[in-house]
DNA sequence: AGGATGATCGTCT
DNA sequence: GACGATCATCCTC
């Protein structure tokens, strides 16, 4: 499949407009054991001065990609179980940024079924923890710049525009009712419960 | 040094 | 739909 990295600058710094544009896009994991890609479905934006944000309380060590240049990767653990993949926004020096929380799988299904052991096509992407499985992403990978490096990059979109849809963000307590949830209208790779995924 | 917290997932009913 | 696993991180003492 020809993968076509996107162009640098054609990413918006803007939270909420980052998290629109990232729609459509191909997200690309090269490994040692082969690549694996995927469309993006479903982002939520994280925005400066939000109580939700895991910037909100200020720059530490874990959060520190969020402050950094934008479009870097910010990769957390949560939960003590799974990872969270996170695209930064805003300038240098502000704390914002961009959930993925489904890829609809476009190449190395093998690799994602091995790496998740879930035969299920549907679910080996459905959700962040699972993305992350599913492309060998963890911490090393944070920091890195998601437009240029070689181990984990942004592609362009076939072309097909996606009917996009919002709504509340999944999980989170505070800020709880903000409609900050993207997502492909009818797409069965998005997550999220499906009474939240119809409006 | 110890305790609370959490942007999830898989399993069970 | 409910619940427990599991641990890096951060805050407080």
């Not at 544009?21 to 982002?43: F, H, N, P, Q, Y």
């Not at 003590?80 to 299904?109: H, I, K, Q, W, Y």
């Not at 549907?122 to 240029?148: H, K, N």
Request: aromatic share 6%; with cysteine.
């Amino acid at each position: 499949m020809r993968l076509r990295r996107l162009a640098p600058g054609s990413l918006p710094i803007e939270t909420e407009s980052l998290a629109r544009a990232l729609l459509g896009c191909a997200l690309v994991r090269e490994s040692v054991d082969g690549r694996t890609a995927g469309r993006i479905v479903e982002t939520e934006a994280y925005l400066p001065d939000d109580p939700a944000c895991h910037a909100f309380a200020g720059k530490t060590k874990r959060n520190a990609s969020l402050f950094g240049p934008p479009h870097r990767a910010y990769v957390y653990l949560i939960y003590g179980t799974a990872f969270c993949f996170n695209v930064s926004s805003e300038r240098d020096g502000e704390g914002a940024g961009v959930l993925v929380r489904a890829l609809e799988p476009l190449e190395g299904v093998a690799l994602m079924q091995l790496r998740r052991a879930v035969a299920s096509v549907r679910e080996l992407c459905r959700g962040p923890g699972r993305l992350c499985e599913a492309f060998a992403i963890d911490r090393t990978l944070d920091g890195v710049d998601i437009v240029g490096d070689e181990r984990l990059w942004l592609a362009r979109g076939n072309g097909e525009s996606l009917d996009v849809r919002r709504g509340p963000r999944i999980g989170v307590t505070r800020a709880a009712t903000l409609p900050l949830r993207f997502f492909a209208a009818g797409n069965p790779y998005v997550s999220g419960p499906a009474r939240l995924n119809e409006a």
